[in-house]
Every structure is written in C-alpha cells, then in structure tokens.
C-alpha cells in the first residue's frame, strides 16, 4: 500500500486502482490472533457489485498496432513463449523444476506479468530476441551513448543480458 502505483507490479495496479474509493487501514496479525482466519479463508466472495475497469494503464506509450507486432514475435520466439506459460500457470516453488530456456528469469518471477499476450516486467515489455535489433536501432537513434542509451532502454524494454546495447553503441560509426 506504500508502494507507488507506477512502481507496483500490474496486478496489484488493478487491486489498487480498484480500491481507490475505499479508506483502508491495513493492520498486521499474528495468525493465532486472527479470529475468523480460517472461515474468512473459505467464504464464498459476496455477489455485491463488482467494480469493472474500462482501460487498463500501461506505463509503456504503445499503440494497438505496435503491440501486435511484439504479440506475435513473442508467440513465435519458444522462450518467451514458454515464459508466458509459465507465467499463466504459476511458478514451481524450485528454480530447478522449470525449464533451463526459462530458468533465467526465476530470480524475476514476482514482477512478471502477461497482457494480451505480452510479457511485462513491472513497467517494461518484455522484447523476443528477433525485436531487439529493431529495439537496439530506436534506443540509439539519437546517438547519446552508452549511458544514455542504456538509461532510455532501461525506462521501456528488457530483454536478457541488454549488453547489447553497449555493443551496438560502439559500433555506431556516428
């Protein structure tokens, strides 16, 4: 609840943005001073009204027809894909149950999301490795350097070991 909303993972953006027009005060309790914690655990949700979002905030300026683009790579790369699976599926409690073309993105598994089937991490959309030359491109348009460079990537796209960017920054004749 401390948490920034731009900071939060998604789903909790959506929990929050849901529970705006309420004041709540959230206290800790040991679990064997929480009366009711067990019947609270089974109770069925009340059929009251549901508060349904008409948009859903991304951070990342995007638009319908670009998102395709990185929907369908991400659908077509088998990592990302397999990620996305994962991500639906939920996570296994050890590193070492998922598949090693995945296994690098464990240490990151809290801050994954999906959405119209592509992957985000926190703020960031997460780019298929047959995007990143075409990313690489963008982020270096404006020829600012490695720093800059790495910083403007780093407020938008992740992809795994973003070193690239360096390499690409160097080998700019510019």
Sequence with gaps: MKTQLSEAL?????????IQP???????????????????????PSQGP??????????VQITNNQLSKPHEATTSDAGLSALREQVMIGWPA?????LKLIRSYWSMRDY????????????????????QPEFLERIHAGHQGITKSQLRAKESVYWLNMSDIEKSCNDCLT
């Design 10 to 18: 998604q789903r909790l953006q959506r929990m929050l943005l849901r």
């Design 22 to 44: 309420y004041v709540v005060t959230i206290t800790w309790r040991p679990g064997p001073k929480v009366m009711y914690a067990d019947y609270l655990s089974r109770i069925c």
């Design 50 to 59: 549901e508060i349904e979002l008409e948009r859903t905030i991304h951070l």
């Design 94 to 98: 050890e590193a070492r149950l998922m």
């Design 112 to 131: 994954i999301s999906v959405e119209d089937g592509v992957l985000y991490t926190v703020n960031r959309i997460i780019i298929p490795a047959s995007m």
